[in-house]
């Protein structure tokens, strides 16, 4: 296992080498962010105070150039992949192992968070760190997020699109998606009747994918910008506030990044590792700079087709699992419940830990289509296990204030098992181009 460790972080290794801009940009902007963050008296007023608004205006830009074409290129993508596939035969088995592998991975992320949580323990000794004054300043939005929606019926009809219009005006994802697969089943039903809008919409995915490198002449800087604005908000003295806390989710992590995605690659499919952590190295960078996984679709799926994964199954697996696969989300969730558990002196029964790890995968995968659904979710858990309004109060606060800290890891994760899944099912289905994802010396240049 150690070996087969340090071969993955040579392949990382090796990859950042290649893109040592965007690293770079990366470790300027965290030491450069907690420059700012000890120094927030000098950057709180005067020129130094426009110079970080000047950051949060170039990070949020190459943010907002980022989205600005992930709807047109899921829809389009979808559109494209389904009907590329053509045979509904074909379809619902890329569906099929579609939801069982990311059905692995999910489950496989709980199990560990809960695990390592009950083990270390984070929440013991941290009530001091929970803040009322911040429960104070959240409580209306808290309040008015629960009441909002307080049940899972309510979450689960919210996916479906009573107008599909409205729903792309607002980027609501999941319901956008719930349409366009309905929507693109029928075309690849009607025939060759289809071919102007398939050919429409196959416009528009070349176009957004030539956006995308447009848009990635500004990685370097968007990033530094990102990350640099993160870091400036908490500094890095908080991983020694509440060091368990971090220990527990980072381990977590690094667990499914280096452990499980290669276990899974080696069981279901015949994808190298070390070749493969290499070929995506351009879309994780990107993923923990934006902390994004739909800003990161774009680039995600231009590495996996550039080095060897066809069309056909990118245009499938990959919005989808933007969309739905949350699995570091569902980790650091599973962990954040138990960790506030711990912290107020709320013991959890085995059944109860299974629950918040159910509750946590169903947040983590409808979170995309509707606003605070992780939030929501969290609420109807710790609500129901002994915790006084007051306190679930505070604990939001809580994990509001240190999210951003764990955000950028835990959409590096969500990107990878992404990539991880697509590739196993195009090994399966014999759609992976062995020659061009092994021969890294002619990789085509991503960003």
């Known amino acids: 296992m150690k070996n087969h460790v340090q071969t993955i972080f040579v392949a990382i290794g090796l990859g950042i080498k290649r893109n040592w801009h965007i690293f770079l940009a990366i470790i300027l902007g965290v030491i450069f962010g907690n420059y700012i963050h000890a120094h927030s008296d000098i950057f709180s007023a005067g020129i130094p105070a426009l110079f970080v608004k000047l950051l949060n205006v170039i990070g949020q830009a190459f943010i907002r150039l980022i989205q600005m074409i992930v709807i047109p290129l899921v829809c389009s993508a979808i559109v494209v992949g389904i009907s590329s596939i053509g045979d509904s035969k074909q379809i619902g088995k890329f569906g099929k192992k579609m939801i069982i592998y990311y059905g692995i991975i999910t489950i496989l992320a709980v199990v560990i968070g809960a695990t390592l949580a009950v083990v270390v323990q984070p929440g013991l000794g941290v009530r001091e760190f929970i803040s009322q004054t911040a429960a104070l300043n959240i409580q209306q939005h808290v309040d008015a997020v629960i009441s909002q929606n307080a049940n899972f019926g309510e979450m689960f009809l919210s996916l479906i699109p009573q107008n599909p219009l409205e729903s792309l005006a607002k980027g609501e994802m999941i319901p956008i998606i719930f349409f ?12 060759d009747i289809n071919r102007p809008i398939v050919s429409f919409f196959e416009s528009v995915f070349a176009a957004t994918m030539k956006v995308t490198d447009w848009i990635m002449v500004f990685a370097a800087p968007g990033i530094f910008a990102l990350t640099t604005v993160a870091v400036s908000s908490f500094g890095l003295g908080i991983f020694t506030t509440i060091s368990k806390f971090f220990l527990v989710v980072f381990a977590g992590f690094l667990i499914q990044l280096f452990v499980i ?34 800003a990161t679709l774009p680039l995600t799926i231009a590495c996996c087709e550039k080095r060897g994964i066809s069309h056909k199954v990118c245009s499938f697996v990959l919005p989808l699992g933007a969309t739905l696969n949350m699995d570091g989300t569902a980790l650091f969730q599973t962990v954040a419940v138990i960790f506030l558990t711990q912290a107020y002196g709320v013991t959890l029964e085995p059944l109860q830990i299974i629950g918040v790890m159910i509750l946590a995968i169903i947040a983590s995968s409808t979170s ?62 014999n759609e992976i181009n062995y020659d061009l994802l092994k021969n890294t010396d002619n990789y085509k240049e991503i960003i």
Do not use: C
């Not at 190298?272 to 902390?291: D, H, K, M, N, Q």
């Open 180 to 191: 366009v697969l309905i929507f693109s089943l029928a075309l690849a039903k009607v025939g």
């Open 261 to 294: 995605y290669p276990l899974m690659l080696r069981v279901f499919s015949k994808v190298p590792v070390s070749t493969f952590y290499t070929a995506i190295i351009e879309a994780l960078l990107v993923a923990f700079g934006t902390a994004s996984s739909s």
């Open 368 to 429: 995309a289509g509707i606003p605070s659904a992780g939030l929501i979710t969290i609420a109807l858990v710790l609500s129901g296990i002994g915790l006084t309004p007051q306190q679930l109060v505070e604990g939001f606060a809580f994990l509001f204030a240190i999210e951003r800290v764990v955000d950028m890891l835990r959409t590096t994760v969500n990107v990878a098992s992404d990539a991880v899944v697509s590739a196993i099912i195009a090994d399966n289905e």
